[in-house]
């Protein structure tokens, strides 16, 4: 992967997070979804699960893995985010939140997806 920019490097490993999905029987049903100023990297579906996956790609695990970068703010965008998707589509299907970290290691590309990496929480 380039390490240009983050910006690259995040296209990247959209790509490649898409790649493996795909490889794993997912079907993509959007990319880049945005609501508000919140985005959605990649809405799949998945047996009978929406699946919303926020893609994290780095150069370096220097400063903490990937996946350690999906904040609880940003969690709590996502969840508003796909409270909205399925409002808004009329889905009535359980819906998964799963993080897909991208990491360039010594030139050797590691994919690692999280199923189930955080849950709503009630308030």
Same mark, same amino acid.
């Given at each position: 992967?380039?390490?240009? =920019?983050?910006?690259?490097? &995040?296209?990247? &490993?959209? /790509? ?8 794993? &029987? %997912? ?10 100023? %919140? ?8 047996? =009978?699960?929406?699946?919303? $996956?926020?893609? /994290? ?14 904040? /609880? ?11 909205? %998707? ?13 993080? $897909? ?10 994919? /690692?997806?999280?199923? &189930?990496?955080? %849950?709503?929480?009630?308030?």
């Amino acid at each position: 992967m380039k390490n240009e =920019n983050s910006h690259i490097l &995040g296209a990247e &490993g959209e /790509k490649l997070a898409k790649k493996h999905l795909l490889a794993n &029987g %997912y079907s993509i049903l959007q990319e880049n979804w945005r609501y508000k100023k %919140y985005e959605i990297d990649i809405i799949a579906s998945f047996k =009978n699960l929406i699946v919303i $996956i926020e893609v /994290k790609a780095r150069s370096t695990n220097n400063f903490g893995e990937p996946e350690a970068f999906v904040t /609880k703010q940003k969690q709590g965008f996502l969840i508003q985010a796909a409270n909205e %998707y399925l409002i808004s589509n009329n889905i009535d299907l359980e819906c998964r939140f799963d993080i $897909i970290s991208v990491l360039d290691e010594n030139n050797k590309i590691i994919v /690692k997806h999280l199923e &189930g990496a955080f %849950y709503p929480s009630i308030k």
